[in-house]
């Protein structure tokens, strides 16, 4: 049987366990199973009225759908009651009061009438003799494939891998319709509601799971009601003292005389009046998972701890009226304020969060959200009813015509995508687990106008593979608003993200982006790609310094540990022996030198400065030593280029790591007619790394097409004339 159940007239998941002292919300009574367990047996008197049995169904559903027809209901609650007739569950209840309890949960939260019909059904094909062939041609195709999302694959054709496999199969068919694990959240409800007649260690293994898996597809899917009552389930089994103490924090509170919610509440309620404002202010007492946070947070806790308010109203602009209102004759605590009506969260929630301080100093926490909007904050994607269904007249008006489609949340479209890469339940089992873990999400921006949802912490490195797949093993790097950065680096939410793509198709990932990885989808895309080529395994960004000869057969070696490479190439020592045949000086037998520190070259407007030995150095005007050497009152030399256009250049190339970087750079230089007489290549550092190239060209004006060149090998992104403060002149 799929259900797991105890004692079902047991509120919680423990013996003695405590409800809320404050219901959640005004809702009729718990249904009496023992009571449809008896109706179920005895079936209706007639089989064209509605069973008594599912008397509480019906009443919740027309309660949100007054029109909806109950023929489908009524045919699926007597194909569910004779397919399981004499099953029972662990508890000894007749089995029918699991799904007539589960489909109760998904009619108290709206669902609509093939979810209920599914709902009913959810446990016929696995448990019973009723196939799924029978199924569709009696209740359709939208019910049968509700069912089939819904139904467990056997252990005995997967063994250990068929929960992983079941969750697979389950998520897969949520991508096509949401109420498949609409229907799941409600059955793993109610079997954590009936969990206490299991063994210990069985109640902790399920519980675990609900944690790991069911409670944050709850919170994606948006659906607080079940998330919150699922969340209470498992702190009271796998934290049973922590259960215990927050239970009497709650019932401590409840025993006081004042209470500042209500007194807040009342005085809001006047505030509102005063402003014309038509809002109820309801009292939202926190859930025992949440008090138990706010303990751990605060330390103490006082009464207005206990709860939050709630304001609802009838127009979007009236949020923003309230809003002003408690800000202006209540005081505000600014840093409280969020709203998530303008950018709503990821999983539809959409509220304005803002706290005011009482004279006492408590802090009450205030909610202001329409009445749609709390319905949808309550039962998130189930709100929405039928994703292929026609917008209701209501839907229309509310939405400009246009409806959210929650078939495909970009979380779930992501989770989709990395699942089919997954190569074993295993690896799936483990890495959908890390997945929900993370339950923030974060929107940044590509160029083009477009967008990505990503987790928070994700780097570019995830950026990369969420845009472009498997086609990002090429990324050399990326610009997050207009500026370079790394593949390492962290994007925050609205960032703008250009992602710099080589157009090499066989290139490496470095190993080191697994340190950087936090999607699902970038960390199975990199393993498989180190997995398909063990011996190589793209670059580890720990080069050494490189350095080459030059026809000339002048070589500049790496650097020493205390001296940069960067100075060495570029200092005047390092281009002392530099050819000078094309400039003119004013200076009859004066030693002509070219300055390394700007390295000019002609049409540059130059000058000159003599320096000791009687040598003569140019340098470009716009150099930051002529100011120097200007500032200590060393004379200026007349200088100008000769007839000769050959000439020598130090070109500093920045470029991030990838394999076959420094043999591409070369060859496109060398295609370009440069002679290379030194190369220097700087240890990388956070991915990039920085070359320095001193180059003779057979004519200047070769010297822009040469950088063109450069800059456009796969993974350099800038190229510039060397222009180094140096010492001296």
């Given amino acids: 049987m799929s259900a797991e159940a105890t004692n079902s007239a047991m509120p919680g998941p423990v013996a003695g366990a405590v409800p809320p002292v404050v219901p959640r919300r005004k809702a009729r009574a718990r249904i009496d199973l023992r009571r449809l367990g008896r109706a179920a047996l005895l079936g209706s008197a007639s089989r064209d009225r509605l069973p008594d049995a599912i008397s509480h169904v019906v009443d919740a559903h027309r309660a949100h759908h007054p029109d909806a027809d109950l023929e ?58 009723v196939t799924l062939d ?116 709650i019932v401590e509170n409840a025993s006081r005389g004042d209470d500042p919610l209500a007194e807040m509440a009342d005085e809001m309620r006047g505030v ?19 008090v138990h946070r706010v303990s751990r947070k605060r330390g103490r806790l006082r009464g207005a701890d206990f709860g939050r308010l709630l304001v609802l109203v009838n127009e979007d602009a009236d949020c923003y009226g309230v809003l002003g209102e408690l800000h202006t004759c209540m005081t505000p605590v600014v840093s409280e304020f969020k709203d998530f009506i303008a950018v709503p969260k990821f999983n539809l929630y959409q509220s304005l969060h803002t706290a005011v301080a009482r004279e006492d100093r408590q802090v009450v926490e205030v909610l202001i959200r329409t009445h749609q909007m ?18 209701s007249e209501d839907q229309s008006a509310s939405s400009d015509g246009e409806r959210v489609d929650p078939t495909r949340p970009g979380w779930l479209s992501r989770l989709l995508d990395w699942q089919e890469a997954a190569p074993d339940p295993d690896t799936f089992w483990s890495t959908l687990r890390e997945d929900l873990a993370q339950d923030r999400e974060i929107t940044v921006f590509r160029p083009d106008g477009g967008t990505l949802g990503l987790p928070e912490g994700a780097t570019c490195v ?80 720990k080069e050494t310094a490189v350095a080459f000869r030059g026809a000339a057969d002048e070589a500049v070696a790496p650097p020493a540990a205390a001296e940069s490479a960067g100075a060495r190439v570029a200092g005047e020592g390092a281009v002392g022996r530099l050819r000078t045949g094309n400039v003119l000086v004013d200076r009859p037998g004066a030693a002509v030198r070219l300055a390394g520190c700007c390295t000019p070259v002609p049409p540059d407007e130059v000058t000159g400065f003599s320096v000791r030995g009687g040598v003569v150095t140019v340098h470009r005007v716009e150099c930051a030593a002529v100011a120097r050497m200007k500032g200590v009152g060393r004379a200026e030399v007349d200088v100008r280029w000769g007839d000769t256009a050959e000439c020598r250049v130090t070109l500093v190339a920045e470029s991030f790591v990838r394999p076959h970087l420094l043999a591409d750079l070369t060859e496109a230089m060398a295609l370009e007619g440069a002679e290379i007489v030194s190369a220097t290549v700087e240890p990388p550092t956070q991915q990039r790394v920085r070359h320095t190239y001193t180059v003779q060209l057979p004519d200047a004006a070769l010297l822009p097409g040469l950088m063109r060149a450069m800059r456009n090998v796969a993974g350099v992104y800038d190229v510039s004339r060397a222009q180094t403060q140096t010492p001296g002149g």
């Fill in 272 to 290: 509102l009046r005063e402003a014309d404002i038509q809002a109820e202010v309801l009292i939202r007492p926190r859930h025992f998972v949440s």
């Fill in 72 to 129: 489908l209901l009524r045919r699926a609650y007597v194909l569910a009651e004779s397919s399981h007739r004499g099953q029972m569950r662990k508890s000894g209840e007749p089995y029918i009061t699991h799904p007539l309890a589960v489909t109760l949960i998904l009619a108290e939260l709206g669902a609509e009438t093939t979810t209920l019909t599914s709902s009913l059904l959810h446990d016929t094909v696995e448990d019973t003799d």
């Fill in 374 to 391: 709390h319905k949808v904050a309550e039962a998130g994607v189930v709100a929405l009813g039928n994703p292929y269904a026609p917008p």
């Fill in 462 to 541: 995830d950026a990369a593979y969420a845009q472009y797949g498997e086609d990002a093993h090429a990324c050399m790097g990326a610009r997050v608003n207009g500026r370079l950065a790394t593949l390492s680096t962290v994007l925050r939410d609205g960032d703008t993200v250009q992602l710099l793509m080589g157009q090499d198709p066989a290139s490496e990932p470095s190993r080191e982006w697994l340190e950087h990885a936090h999607t699902p989808a970038a960390r199975i895309a990199i393993q498989r790609w180190l997995a398909a080529h063990p011996s190589q395994g793209g670059s580890d960004g």
């Fill in 134 to 249: 029978q199924v569709g041609e009696e209740f359709g195709a939208e019910v049968r494939f509700l069912v089939d999302g819904v139904t467990k694959l056997e252990k005995v054709d997967y063994g250990a891998a068929a929960e992983p496999e079941t969750f697979r199969k389950m998520l897969v068919a949520t991508g096509n319709d949401v109420r498949v694990m609409s229907i799941k959240l409600a059955d793993r409800l109610h079997n954590m509601r009936t969990l206490g007649v299991m063994r210990p260690e069985k109640q902790a293994r399920i519980a675990k799971v609900t944690r790991d898996v069911l409670i944050p597809l709850a919170e994606r899917l948006g659906v607080q009601a079940l998330k919150t009552e699922l969340e209470d389930l498992v702190f009271a089994i796998l934290h049973p003292e922590e259960y215990e103490h927050t239970r009497e924090l």
